[in-house]
């Protein structure tokens, strides 16, 4: 800032306004920017163990102030080939980047406008998914979805039994859909619907999705409807749209097929 | 009160000229985060922070600040500040951060930052201004403790997440009021507070600027 004097250069002149709004600006935007950098590891960290901590919820292995990282070490990841639903053992599944995967054109494909009812828009030819063992034994199959809503793409974990169709729980832990109202997919009670809800029925046609009203017990398809909530139907009708993609046969459907030791 | 400048710039808002209950500012952020505690309790902090540190900035540059753009330069320092508190939430309070979600971002458009920096910073030497912008960011933090502690207390009957009142559902006696946790009670409680206050002070009481005049019978032709 330049010094001040008693008598010089009037303080309303156009080259004083324009020196003040430069300086003010330098060190504003110095001050901004060195904040978003010096703290954007912390930031990066946090979002990390948040995601980790979601998908220790799924797994039902989330315990309260827990070390999230020691928990999440019992959990296995893999990288999974979308096409042949084949595990694929020449990427670490650690180093694995989804994100960067879904942007790179060689590691993803469009997804055809007619299949594409999520919105996904492209996706990785691979994908990371979690398994959770017990004495060994595969007791969950954890996997990442997505797919837009009304405003916005929820990103979620769907967690399956092993026989690769019952669902054994999900949350979503990114949305931005109408607090209040469409942000009931993070709530308690909405997420103790889905758990023994089935995924495909005897012919291995994906039935599972939100349904518009509540589910009868003698409704015959009442093992693949999970209740959805009166005026939030277009987020209701979003995640419909991203289990159908996504379990369908352009997403895990080949995967969960070997998993349920089917024919193709 | 004594009558130290200091000591008047610091303590005066929270009380006798409080910026929420004398000035009615800072509604909008007291009626959306004070439904729990604890994120109230970071945006008081966050609030703070910016009040007194964009007050003493203002003031710092008050002398060579050309009245053409004043208001302008005083958002852009406010807005500076803000942003860096935001990303320090992120970083140092995450699920907090994301529970005070845009609420933080609009401490830019809170009345009472930029009404201290224009009305107070722009006049009064730095540390003076200092201690303004804190106690200013004090007697919010005081009304918004207030609102946030009758909220979860009677809303969830919990305070910062343990339970004080046991709840019917977990087996105890208390059952929570639910409109607590809707906006419109925090409506309720500041009015309460403000009525309290004024009651108490009552130099606070505004003049009426109109009162509807009795006429009597005879004189109505």
């Known amino acids: ?264 | 009160m004594s009558d130290s400048p200091a000591k008047r710039a610091l303590l005066d808002p929270i009380v006798d000229d409080n910026p929420v209950t004398l000035h009615v500012l800072g509604i909008c952020s007291a009626l959306a985060v004070t439904t729990s505690l604890l994120p109230s309790l970071y945006m008081c902090v966050a609030l703070t922070v910016v009040a007194s540190l964009a007050n003493a900035s203002v003031s710092a540059i008050r002398k060579v600040l050309p009245g053409s753009i004043r208001i302008i330069v005083q958002m852009t320092i406010i807005a500076s500040l803000v942003i860096v508190v935001d990303e320090s939430l992120k970083a140092f309070a995450y699920e907090t951060s994301r529970e005070l979600s845009v609420f933080v971002g609009l401490i830019i458009t809170n009345c009472i930052v930029l009404g201290r920096t224009e009305s107070f910073g722009s006049k009064n030497p730095i540390g003076l201004s200092f201690l303004d912008g804190l106690g200013n960011g004090l007697g919010y933090s005081v009304i918004l403790i207030l609102v946030a502690t009758c909220r979860e207390l009677l809303g969830k009957g919990t305070l910062l997440g343990y339970t004080i009142l046991p709840n019917v559902a977990d087996g105890g006696w208390y059952i929570p009021n639910g409109m607590m946790l809707l906006p419109p009670s925090a409506f309720f409680v500041i009015g309460l507070i403000i009525w309290a206050v004024r009651t108490w002070k009552a130099e606070q009481v505004e003049e009426q600027e109109y009162r509807i005049h009795e006429v009597h019978r005879t004189e109505a032709h």
């Open chain 1, 1 to 264: 800032m330049p010094e001040v004097r008693k008598q010089p250069v009037k303080r309303e002149s156009v080259p004083r306004t324009l020196l003040v709004a430069f300086f003010v600006s330098l060190v504003c935007s110095s001050l901004v920017a060195s904040a978003a950098v010096v703290l954007k590891p912390l930031q990066v960290a946090n979002a990390l163990l948040d995601v980790r901590k979601n998908i220790l919820e799924v797994a039902g292995l989330m315990e309260p102030g827990a070390d999230v990282n020691a928990l999440f070490a019992a959990i296995e990841a893999r990288v999974v080939d979308l096409e042949t639903g084949a595990y694929v053992d020449d990427v670490d599944p650690e180093t694995f980047d989804p994100v960067r995967a879904k942007r790179d054109p060689e590691l993803s494909i469009e997804v055809p406008a007619e299949l594409d009812v999520a919105r996904v828009g492209r996706r990785a030819k691979r994908a990371r998914i979690y398994l959770v063992r017990e004495d060994g034994e595969v007791t969950r199959i954890i996997l990442p979805v997505s797919g837009y809503g009304l405003w916005s793409t929820l990103y979620g974990f769907l967690a399956l039994e092993p026989d690769g169709n019952t669902v054994a729980d999900i949350v979503f832990y990114a949305h931005a859909e109408t607090a209040g109202i469409g942000d009931f997919v993070t709530k308690a009670a909405w997420r103790a619907r889905w758990p023994g809800k089935r995924v495909y029925d005897e012919e291995g046609a994906l039935r599972l999705e939100v349904f518009k009203g509540r589910a009868t017990a003698d409704d015959p398809l009442s093992d693949y409807r999970v209740d959805g909530v009166s005026g939030a139907t277009l987020t209701g009708n979003g995640v419909t749209n991203l289990i159908r993609y996504w379990l369908g046969d352009h997403g895990y459907g080949p995967f969960l097929r070997n998993i349920r030791g089917e024919e193709s």
